[in-house]
């Protein structure tokens, strides 16, 4: 008999038990002499017969971390009529063809597929799901799939009053409607359009319709709207709202920057401080939000902490684009297209073998906020959308997805409660608490280290220990290039031969902006993303492809890296300083080299949008130690 796909195997193991009742329990009668038992009431007899006899999840659902996912978010378009401004950029973004997104029919095809599997919850988004002309159709339809137990939407409540009865009559089962502020005026600010009292308009008609709770979304950004966190609250004194705050995410084209986050506990002891009868809830598992409640009040508060405390281990969810991708993860930037398996003709067993292989490649959580801030991934408005914006970071980042959690890196901004490193040659003196030191342009300095322990620890970059000795003299030269062999050709050099030491080198750059580009680096306004961070990564990643870019280099297995960039306002540069260390036959200058080169290219790549009179400099090697041929430390 030939060989059947693994995939139609496993389909008929998970699809093996068979029921033969409506209940799905046995049709058993007492055994002689036995006394009957009291039957138990029909919803309690199914739910004790569907704990002990449930049926294996789906394999294609669940990762490698045992997380089943049954919850799926589909959207239904990329367009939205509003602009918000945590969302996605002011002019807009380009748009997927039309013929390229994913038909009705499409939807409904993935989501029976889904819902077949064990998805028993669909949530419709965008874009602006409501401005999608047969919305009502595709909830009615979705409604109909039996084992779909939710089907739930997300909006921004600007069309919801008037299309909410027939949705409701379709089977819309949950609302959640996105709103940031209770002040008309700052509504149009944030949004950049009108539409304040439509909102309140179809958030009084979901109340109205009965839906309880009705879940209104508030991203909370400091210094936009941190300071109405009571007057939310407030509102579910008389009203069956969740309101949950929402931790500012970074996406594409919405200038994240950590500044403007306020986390989790900063708005927690806000509203206890107001309210300290403030009781916490028990977690719903795979809930996305810590839940509060004030006695006495109809409604309670809730906190999304996707970014100081994520909740990656009970993840449930899964995300199809309006383009048809499948987004195993929210902040990560991998994708599978559905679409086209689906348009080339693929059979169900086949599109499941794609989900499960995608299910299966989820990590066990995304990495973290600073990491998130640097990755390419769409913006918010098009989290459903293959098309990355025009001025999209260098394509290294991709390599270093990967493994930004192993790099230890951390994101420095310094202030008057923080340590300040500055550099003379290779020793790199601690100097006072800062109390008001500002940089030219009245911003503060920025600094950053990819050394976990920099700012307790502010040494150089070598992480080894130095006496602060008169540096050393040059040394020994030899009368042969190394690197030829004796007939003058090139050749790698035999260190087979050569004992194993500590080696460490320390090699330095320097990008000179103008005052232009380095005003917007200062500041973490370049639209590429934060360029400072970006050339950390880029160094950190050049320094371990050392001997794939450098022909005769020795490949050699790094202990340590570490790059630091800071800003010299007196220069308007960037002064960036690379160490490496390992342990082996051979020196690490060039790695060293490699990465003060490369992180200087990427700040170039970073800023030439704005200024091509960018100049790079001074990139040489600062120290070495050992080897034969003795230490190195320039003056």
């Known amino acids: 008999m030939a060989a059947q796909p693994v995939s139609q195997i496993l389909r008929r193991v998970l699809r093996s038990s068979v029921r033969s009742c409506s209940s799905g329990a046995p049709v058993t009668q007492p055994r002689p002499g036995e006394p009957s038992q009291p039957a138990l009431e029909a919803p309690s007899r199914r739910r004790q017969f569907l704990r002990e006899h449930a049926a294996p999840f789906s394999a294609f659902l669940t990762d490698s971390f045992g997380r089943r996912h049954s919850y799926l978010r589909i959207s239904l378009t990329e367009k939205c009529n509003l602009r918000c401004q945590y969302c996605m950029p002011e002019e ?47 909830v009615a339809r979705l409604h109909q799939l039996e084992g779909l ?8 409540g600007i069309s919801l009053a008037r299309l909410l009865p027939p949705l409701q009559k379709a089977g819309l ?50 210094g936009l709207n941190e300071e109405e966190l009571l007057d939310f609250v407030a509102l579910t004194e008389g009203l069956p709202l969740d309101v949950r705050f929402i931790e500012y995410m970074p996406f594409d084209g919405n200038k994240w920057n950590f500044k403007k986050m306020v986390s989790y506990k900063e708005m927690l002891d806000t509203i206890q401080q107001h309210w300290p009868e403030l009781e916490k809830l028990p977690e719903e598992e795979s809930s996305t939000a810590k839940a509060f409640k004030i006695p006495g009040f109809r409604g309670r ?9 994520h909740f990656c281990g009970t993840c449930n969810r899964l995300r199809i684009t309006a383009d048809g991708n499948l987004k195993v993860c929210l902040f990560g930037n991998s994708e599978v297209s559905l679409r086209d398996h689906l348009r080339a003709g693929a059979s169900e067993e086949e599109v499941l073998s794609i989900i499960g292989a995608a299910v299966g490649r989820k990590k066990r959580q995304h990495a973290g906020m600073f990491s998130i801030s640097q990755m390419k991934n769409r913006p918010m408005i098009l989290i459903e959308l293959f098309l990355m914006l025009q001025d999209s970071p260098p394509a290294i980042l991709n390599v ?58 502010p040494k150089c970059l070598s992480p080894e ?25 090139a050749a790698m050099v035999d260190v087979g031969s050569k004992p194993d030491t500590e080696r460490v080198a320390v090699a330095s750059a320097v990008v000179f902006l103008g005052p232009v580009a380095f005003k917007l680096v200062q ?49 308007h540069a960037v002064v960036i300083q690379a160490s490496c260390r390992a342990r082996g036959p051979t020196g690490v200058e060039m790695e060293a080299l490699t990465s003060a080169a490369v992180a200087a290219l990427t700040l170039y790549d970073m800023c030439k949008a704005v200024s091509r009179d960018i100049v790079l400099g001074e990139i040489k090697l600062d120290s070495k130690t050992g080897g034969q041929r003795g230490d190195f430390h320039r003056t």
């Open 92 to 138: 807009g973004v380009p748009l997927t063809p039309r013929a390229d997104l994913l038909t009705t029919e499409e939807i409904l095809t993935l989501a029976r597929l889904f819902v077949k599997e064990g998805v028993d919850k669909i949530r419709l988004t965008g874009g602006e799901p409501l401005i999608r002309p047969d919305v009502v159709d595709i």
């Open 149 to 156: 137990r939710t089907v739930g939407i997300t909006t921004n």
């Open 173 to 222: 089962s949950a609302i959640n409607i996105s709103l940031d502020t209770l002040v008309p005026a700052k509504f149009e600010f944030i949004v950049r359009r009108k539409g304040f009292h439509k909102v309140m308009e179809g958030i009084h008609k979901a109340i109205e319709l009965g839906y309880s709770p009705v879940k209104v979304n508030c991203v909370v950004m400091r």
């Open 301 to 309: 508060v809730s906190f999304i902490t996707s970014m100081s405390e």
């Open 400 to 457: 270093l997805r990967g493994s930004l959690c192993a790099q230890g890196l951390r994101h420095r901004v310094s202030s008057s409660s923080q340590r300040v490193t500055l550099r003379k040659g290779c020793r790199v003196p601690q100097t006072p608490l800062l109390t008001q030191r500002w940089l030219g342009s009245g911003f503060p300095q920025r600094h950053f280290s990819s050394h976990p322990d920099s700012d307790a620890n």
């Open 465 to 489: 220990p130095r006496a602060p000795a008169t540096p050393s003299g040059p040394l020994p030269t030899s009368d042969q290039l190394t690197h030829v062999d004796t007939e003058g050709r």
């Open 523 to 571: 500041q973490n306004q370049l639209k590429k993303g934060d360029a400072l961070v970006v050339a950390q990564l880029a160094g950190i990643q050049a320094a371990k492809l050392t001997s794939q870019l450098i022909p005769l280099c020795h490949h050699v297995a790094l202990s340590h890296v570490q790059v630091r960039l800071e800003l010299d306002s007196t220069r």
